[in-house]
């Protein structure tokens, strides 16, 4: 039996990981895919003393690190189901085997709603972004959309407005979902248009970039063509929680409710990073997360 297992290889769950290791603990990790979202990402430029760098190179960073300790790690291997007897937790995984672990860290991460267009995963990338914090500063003086018109979208014109040339907000609706004081906020700003009861359509590009982004009006079928530079899209964020509805308390998106001390609703359960309630998902607050969830499994473990 582990004391501490966790469930995701991700930022949140490397960081998790080292931290325990470094207890003398004994440390699994199972990963569905070690690396998490960090993978898919191009370049990364917010991961602070680290001026430039790219998915995969950290990811093999994040690799190298872990294995530097004494943690099993377990890689390609889901995780399906959480329960608790007496004071031992059991993960089972899809392949059918049974671990066993006094504490769980979940770190299971996220992923962005898609669009589900033509042009949307060939420009990934090269134009269309999930993440304003991240890649909004890529578009200073160019033209960009916002698909979405709840929170998380106007919050990114707003942002971006105050970085690009001109921001376009495509909303499906006949209104928008976001709060009033955002709303008012981005109807504030000059150089930004917003568009109702539009259905994105397509992405289209040329030489490798982003150079349209078409749309249907729903009102009468009609299509549109927005010429821009970068489309963010920002239609919800979704836990990777699926397989905790039930054992531990969600939120309404199903992000895993979690304490200051990343605790859980199951005692000897913790949580870390995009999977949980915790605000803003980046790959800095990530490790922190993961960190602070190991520290709090530790303290757990010693107690108990
Ligand atoms: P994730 O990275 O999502 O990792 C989750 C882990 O859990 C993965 O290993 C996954 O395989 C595993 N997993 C999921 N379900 C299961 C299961 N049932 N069993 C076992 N394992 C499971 N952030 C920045 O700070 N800067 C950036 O520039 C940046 N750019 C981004 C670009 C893109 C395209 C994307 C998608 C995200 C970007 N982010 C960026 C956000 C950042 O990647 C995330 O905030 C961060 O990776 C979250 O870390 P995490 O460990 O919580 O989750």
Redesign the pocket.
Known sequence: AYDSLI????????SAAIYSARKGIRTGV?????????A????????ISVKETE?PKLVMALEQHVKEYDVDLMNL????GLSKTGDEIAITLENGAVLKSKTVIL??????REMNVPGEQEY??KGV???P???GPLYKGKRVAVIGGGNSGVEAAIDLAGIVDHVTLIEFDTKLRADAVLQKKMYSMPNVTVIMNALSKEVLGANGKVTTLRYEDRANQQMHDVALEGIFVQIGLLP?TD?LKGVIDLSPRGEVIIDQKGETSMPGVFA????TTVPF??????MG??AKASLSAFDYLIRS
């Open positions: 469930i995701g290889g991700g930022p949140a769950g490397a199972v990963a569905q895919n070690f690396g998490g979202q960090v898919d990402t191009v370049g990364i430029e917010n991961f998915g291997q889901t995780a399906k770190s299971t991460g996220a992923r962005w990934r990338g972004a999930y993440c914090h991240c890649d990777n397989w870390a990073g995009d999977c998902k980046q790959i800095i607050i990530a997360e993961g």
